[in-house]
């Protein structure tokens, strides 16, 4: 039996219904379903999609691969790319990216199935645990690699395929960074990060060094004389403060650190949730963890955001899904103190805000939601310890288009560098991208003497 009793509580749900509520939130396509998904591609010309893709994959190349009964063929043109297409497939808002570009949308309001159909063959290839690239012959470089995110294996898998070798430090006990630590549940099931960092993994000339963080055991000057280059993959380690009466006490949780601890639970039952839930915020983070709140047996949810529905950066798609899953969203709310009972949450006081000549203003006018736990998804900030001279602007690392930075020999990307998007995808195309610029940067240099001895 579940329970509806208040306070933060674990096993509110029978442990049948929790199997249920965590599965494939778009369960994949067979192999009939994708050659009729495929079907509908018209293969453009200068395709839309393609250039909305961050990765810049070729869309209709690979749809139409899979249309011919090449699945595998369509794996390697999505791999090349993009070789954490699998996990992509999964958690890119194609609604805002490639499918909002498909013509499809002009005559149908109903876009190729993109995102599905590159789950399809990327899953196809990884099941056979087909290998598309071999390493060249070993350059006599040696490249760290500091953060085993989407950006970081991407580099590193780039940078093994050019021959170089690469060491991968990450701060965490397991490698994948934000697919690993920071996505819903539901949005990827099954193990599916570890499967993807072991297939990464297995070009080989990566050796990875879990439990190792920036600034404790390391810094970036000490990885600079040991290594021929170094790329910054670091994410967004710090959470933001609400900075308000209250905030202290106990219910008060960051979004993300629920996030990770649901991603890691085997069962899901033992993660404690409320009975009345609020979450602060109008981005993915904050729709994960109104969604999985209610998937743990929440009563009630309620988003507070303190812009308009047009304003929130979590796309129209997820929050439907939001609704279509019990929670409220309240739009032009701001949270102005936290009330508390005995050192818990018992609620909170927020503010009506609008805006004037263009400025958020608050109104004055507030109200109370009563809750036993609440979340904080305002957004992260980026947490740089021994980075020494390194160059950092609006608390981000400065990076050129290459992903050079201030320092000669290091390179960064992803969401750790002022411009970054946030996005999986784009992270990838970084990492990418900054691996093209180091191998380019080792040609121009004279050989190494590892490398002609």
């Known amino acids: 039996m579940g329970t509806t009793q208040s306070g933060i509580l674990g096993g509110r749900l029978p442990l049948g219904e929790y199997e249920s509520n965590f599965s494939d939130l778009h369960p994949p396509l067979d192999k009939h379903e ?54 992509c497939a999964r958690v890119c808002p194609t609604e805002t990216l490639c499918e909002q570009a498909c013509v499809r949308n002009t005559a149908e309001e109903r876009p190729v199935e993109i995102g599905r ?23 006599g470089r040696k490249v760290a690699v500091v953060g085993a995110g989407p950006a970081g294996l991407a580099a590193a898998h780039r940078l093994a395929v050019k021959g170089h070798d690469v060491v991968i430090y990450d701060a965490r006990p397991k490698s994948g960074g934000l697919n690993e630590y920071g996505i819903a549940a539901y949005k990827s099931v099954d193990d599916f990060a570890q499967k993807e960092v072991d297939y990464v993994l297995s070009i080989g000339g990566i050796e990875v060094r879990n439990g190792q963080a920036l600034g404790r055991d390391f810094s970036l000057s000490e990885l600079s004389e040991q290594y021929d280059a170094v790329f910054l993959g670091l994410g967004l380690a710090g959470v933001n403060a609400l900075r308000l009466e209250g905030e202290n006490a106990e219910g008060v949780d960051d979004a993300v650190d629920f996030i990770a601890a649901l991603r890691q639970s085997k069962t899901k039952a033992d993660i404690p949730v409320g009975r009345r839930v609020v979450v602060l915020g109008g981005g993915m983070t904050a729709i994960d963890a109104a969604v999985q709140a209610k998937l743990l047996g929440a009563e009630e949810v309620t988003i507070c955001y303190r812009r308009g529905k047009e ?13 279509s899953k019990g929670v409220t969203i309240r739009h032009w709310l701001q949270p102005k103190r936290i009330a508390e009972k005995d050192g818990k949450v018992a609620g909170i006081e927020l503010e009506y805000t609008t805006l004037e000549d263009g400025k958020l203003t608050a109104t004055g006018e507030t109200g109370i939601i009563a809750a036993d736990q609440i979340f904080k998804a305002i957004g992260q900030s980026f947490l740089g310890s021994g980075l020494g001279a390194l160059k950092l602007e609006g608390g981000r690392i400065v990076a050129d288009a290459e992903g050079r930075t201030s320092i000669d020999n290091v390179w960064a990307g992803g969401d750790c560098v002022l411009g970054g998007e946030d996005l999986t995808v784009s992270a990838v195309a970084m990492g990418r991208d900054a691996a093209e610029s180091i191998n380019r940067a080792f040609a121009a240099a004279a050989p190494h003497a590892s490398a002609v001895a």
């Open 34 to 87: 994708a050659l009729v998904a495929s079907d509908r591609c018209y293969f453009c010309h200068d395709a839309p999609c393609m250039t909305a893709c961050p990765t810049s994959i070729d869309i209709p190349l690979f749809i139409r691969q899979i249309s011919t009964g090449n699945p595998i063929g369509s794996a390697k043109t999505i791999f090349d790319q993009n070789i954490l297409g699998g996990m």
């Open 117 to 139: 159909l590159q789950r399809y063959a990327t899953d196809v290839a990884m099941k056979e645990n087909k290998q598309f690239y071999t390493r060249a012959a070993s350059s």
């Open 311 to 323: 304003n929130m950066n979590a796309s129209e798609f997820e929050q439907d899904l939001a609704a």
